[in-house]
Every structure is written in structure tokens, then in C-alpha cells.
């Protein structure tokens, strides 16, 4: 029998193994992630970022697959023969306009750091370790579109972090993220001279402004929690015609799916009203693949916040935040999943924003980025070593 001594000194020597190899590799992670950060790639154009970490970690021995799911700029790299298999995901995709204003190179950076230090364990753990390149978490659905394809079957676990403001505590157990969904209204009207014969024509504009204002009533209405969001894309082409088309995009956000349909349906309402009020013709079109609401495991948000604990962070529970998706949501569903929330020292503004974009490449969001990967790394070394967690895990390994 294994005394609590002994299996105390254990841990201790795998952590220690763990720090060592985020130690060791500390270097070419910071640079990757420095480079993803000044060579910002929107959502399915992620070309340089993808391909830079999938060779560095072929260099150390992951079997890398690119093109992962039919997606050019995805990639599945894996290492270890084990029973139980772990999905690290990595993105690496940008915003427009403001660039890696939600840290993805931090995302980036502590899945790769976490991979690289568990790739020598890995057949110690009796894991199948696996960095998934999931592009397009931000506008597209990466995850979604690869969970659907295959790229997650057999999983039985799979983890990443996300950079938030600074003081959003490590500890996170019973926190989530909203379910969204994107879409497209398409109004059509009929052009005509907004001067010679304005009452011709049929006013596309106008049922876009209608549309928005009636949403903009709609918020009085609405719980707090739930989010919609809107602007107009196509507006019309020139003063002295009358719009014939006008094409609104919007998305509408819940934190359980039933509230999300719910809130769908009277936000197209918003939209059908102003189509009967102008007379114009309307079509919907979905965008994007529905993100899903976020699910935390238990066990495994355990072992991040001992993790985190024991380096000096807050783990005071905490409700979480406000808003904001990720396509993480859908892997939540249905693979046992941790998705915590990594406090940035001096974020005191919003993520999606230029000063956030500043911060995510500064000393004090790398250094906490390595912390992250330790965490990581340790989290999956609790998981696999814990053998009623273990067995459940692999009970859970994923299959479409």
C-alpha cells in the first residue's frame, strides 16, 4: 500500500518535472507568443501562427496533423500512448481592428507551454496528449465546426485558459459563459429617385433603423444577464435613392439555451415588425455555428485552483463574469472541460479593447501566462493520477 508520505513525495517530484519543463522551454514559448501577438491573423486566416507552433511542437516529438477537420489553418498534434485522452486546445486568432485584444497569444502560449512540459510524461501518465489548433474562436466556430468533424473524438478531457481583467478570481468552479448565436437580417425594399418620387420606392433604411430602435426598447424588457447586439452592415448606396437593401448583422446571448431561444424569438420579432411597418421582404441568415453555454468539471477546477492557490493567486469563489461566449461551450457540452479565467495584473479596462491589446504583450501577462501552464500541466497530472477521476474520464471519452 502507497502511504500518504509517499504518494505526497510523488506529486511533489511531478510537479517539480512539470515546473522544469516550463523552465526549459520558457524561451521559444514567449517568442511564439510575442510573435503571434505583433503578427495578428483574423478568424480562418491564422496561417503563420498555426504553422509556427505546429513545428515547434513537431520538434519535440508531438505527431502533427495540419488541416485538421478540413480547416487550413487548424492542426491536432499527439504524443504518448495512453488510455485516457487529453485535448490541450490553442488559439491563436485576432480581432479586427484591434488585434489580440482578448490575449490569444497568452491562450496560445500556456497550452503550448502546458504540452511541451507534460510531452515527456505523457506515457508516465498513461495519457494520449493532444494540442488541438482550434482557429476562429472569436468570429467562425472553430471548436464547433471540429468537434463535428472528429477532431475531438476519444477525448475524455480538454482544457484551456482565457485572459480576463485583472481581480476576476482563479478559482473556476460553478463560473460559465454565455450561448450566442449570429445572424444576418436581410431587408428588401424597391429603389427609386428620394426626391422626384420617394413615395415609389420602398424604404430598406428604414426598416434597418426600425429593426434597431425596436431592439434598443427590447433591452428594458430583457433579464440582465442577457445580451443582444446589432449593427448595420449595408445601408444604402447614395443620398438621392431611395435604399433598396439594407442588411443588419446581430447576435443575441443567454446563459442557458432555453433563455437563449427565447430571446432569439423576440429579437427576430423585432426585425418582422419593422419589415410589416416599411414593407419590405426579410430573410434571416445564420452566420456563425452557436456557441454553447460553458460547463466547468468540478474535479478538474479542483485541481487548477490547488494549482493556482500554491502559486499565490486568489481563489476565493466568485460568480464569474457578466457576459462573453466561447465556442469552448461546445466542447463543455459533452467532454468533461476547464476553461478558467486568468487574471491579468493591471487589466483594469475591458477585454476587445486597444489598451487590452497593449497589456497582452507586456512582462506581466507573460509571467502569468507561464503560471497558467503550470496549472495546466498540473491539472492534467492530477486527473490522470486520481483514479476514480481517471476511470470517469475515460468513461467520458468523446464519440459523435
Known sequence: MTSPDSTRSN?????????????????????????????????????????????????????????????????????????????????????????????????????????????????????????????AEEHGGGKALMLQRGAFDGVGVALMVHPVQDGTSYNPAGTSAQAVGRYRAIFTGKASHAAAAPHLGINAGDAATLAQVAMGLLRQQIPTDHRMASFIAEGGVATNIIPERTVVEFE???????????????????????????????????TEPLYEPLLQDDALAAH?????????????????????????????????????????????????????????????????????AVALARTVAGAATTADERERFRAAAYRR
Open 304 to 372: 487548477w485552483t490547488a494549482a493556482m492557490e500554491s502559486l499565490g493567486k486568489d481563489v476565493t469563489p466568485a460568480a464569474g463574469l457578466a457576459g462573453g461566449s466561447t465556442d469552448m461551450g461546445n466542447i463543455s457540452q459533452v467532454i468533461p472541460s476547464l476553461h478558467p479565467w486568468l487574471s491579468i495584473p493591471g487589466a483594469d479596462f475591458s477585454i476587445h479593447s486597444h489598451a487590452f491589446t497593449a497589456l497582452a504583450d507586456t512582462e506581466q501577462a507573460y509571467s502569468v501566462m507561464f503560471e497558467a
Open 252 to 286: 443575441c446571448r443567454a446563459f442557458t439555451l432555453p433563455e437563449y431561444e427565447a430571446l432569439l424569438v423576440r429579437v427576430r420579432n423585432c426585425f418582422e415588425g419593422a419589415a410589416l411597418a416599411t414593407g419590405t421582404q426579410l430573410e434571416f441568415e445564420e
Open 11 to 135: 506529486e511533489t517530484t511531478l510537479h517539480q518535472r512539470i515546473s522544469e519543463g516550463i523552465t526549459r522551454h520558457r524561451e521559444r514559448v514567449l517568442a511564439l507568443a510575442q510573435d503571434i501577438h505583433a503578427n495578428p491573423e483574423l478568424s480562418f486566416e491564422e496561417h503563420r501562427a498555426s504553422a509556427s507552433i505546429a513545428e515547434l511542437l513537431a520538434e519535440v516529438g508531438f505527431e502533427v496533423e495540419r488541416g485538421t477537420s478540413g480547416l487550413p489553418t487548424a492542426f491536432s498534434a499527439s504524443i504518448g500512448s495512453g488510455d485516457l485522452t487529453v485535448a490541450l486546445c490553442v488559439e491563436y486568432d485576432a480581432l479586427p481592428g484591434v488585434g489580440h485584444a482578448c490575449g490569444h497569444n497568452l491562450i496560445a502560449g500556456a497550452s503550448v507551454a502546458a504540452a511541451l512540459a507534460l510531452a515527456p510524461l505523457a506515457d508516465e501518465l498513461g495519457v494520449t496528449l493532444k494540442a488541438i489548433g482550434t482557429p
